[in-house]
């Protein structure tokens, strides 16, 4: 694992490239794989990997399946705004923020690859920022999987229409207190915590230790803390997912664990009765493709499959 000129590691191989947004700012993405050739229908489309959020998140949460796809696909990975090598100024960082950074980098890959369509998955929250962006970009984004989803749960916010947050100002000004902002990130991201996290996502304490590893890599950076701030102050959850992921038309793949802190999904009774729609369960906390990779990859390209036709 390399170190970039910020200090921050290089957490997967390829090239670490950047595109200049005018609404996302700096956004970092890996990509590696064959490249497209000059006729679409003789490539496998191209495919877009987005991590989940958390205090220390970055592309190194999509390793296992970049490594995977890009053997044989154009394959991306992508910094959110405010975590990895992308921008972490101070700033609003809400779903707006998140989806335009995702479109542009959409865009960028078609204009790299024969305007193709793309599949693309996320992880967690991410859901919610893929599922709004699909409906910006229906033509651009072929298939969705949507691993571990948010916006299922029993208590999920529908109060609101889908393109508003659940924003808390009181609380991020709260956190934005000098001494209590810093004293809270460093607890945050502290060994003892950032473990404690990743074996609720786990559902076990045998998580993985390389994840772990990079995890706390990537914590320490300046303005590392604005984002997660606005995460768990409610600027990232959508008021209303359900409705948004109920409005997609391209095929979507729902794979979740049973095991840990993020395995209810007891409101996913609408979505099943879509015909669209795709759902997988594992015997897993909420990174399958990092427990039982070969199973994950079996259910994940035969989903694939039915979205060619």
């Given at each position: 694992m390399t170190t970039s000129e910020t200090g921050l590691p290089e957490v997967l191989p390829g090239q670490r490239r950047s595109l200049q947004d005018q609404q996302a700012g700096l956004v970092s993405f890996y990509v590696l794989g064959p490249e497209a050739s000059s006729s679409s229908d003789q490539t496998a489309p191209p495919m877009l990997l987005i991590h989940s959020i958390n205090a220390s998140a970055s592309a190194h949460e999509v390793e296992p399946l970049y490594k995977q796809f890009s053997q044989s696909r154009r394959t991306y990975a992508i910094d959110l705004p405010g975590f990895g090598h992308s921008e972490r100024s101070e700033r609003t960082y809400d779903q707006d923020l998140m989806v335009n950074a995702i479109i542009a980098l959409i865009d960028q890959i078609q204009r790299d690859n024969n305007r193709q369509a793309l599949d693309v998955l996320a992880v967690s929250l991410s859901c919610e920022f893929l599922a709004k962006a699909a409906l910006r970009r229906p033509d651009a984004i072929r298939s969705l999987a949507l691993v571990s989803p948010t916006g299922f749960a029993r208590y999920a916010e529908t109060k609101g229409p889908p393109e508003a947050n659940c924003g808390r100002p009181g609380v991020l000004k709260f956190f934005k207190l000098p001494v209590v902002g810093?004293?809270?990130?460093?607890l945050l991201t502290s060994k003892v915590s950032i473990r404690f996290f990743l074996r609720k996502t786990w559902g076990s304490k045998h998580i993985d230790e390389?994840?772990?590893?990079?995890?706390?890599?990537m914590r320490n950076h300046p303005g590392a803390e604005h984002a997660p701030f606005h995460f768990i102050s409610g600027y990232l959850f959508s008021a209303d997912i359900l409705t948004s992921y109920l409005e997609l038309q391209q095929p979507v793949w729902l794979a979740h664990g049973t095991r840990g802190d993020f395995n209810d999904y007891s409101r996913k009774q609408p979505v099943e009765n879509k015909g669209?729609?795709?759902?997988?369960?594992f015997d897993t906390g909420a990174l399958p493709y990092f427990e039982i990779p070969d199973e994950f990859l079996q259910r994940y390209r035969s989903f694939l499959k039915t979205a060619e036709t």
């Open positions: 810093s004293l809270l990130f460093k390389s994840f772990f590893q990079t995890s706390l890599r669209n729609w795709q759902i997988s369960e």
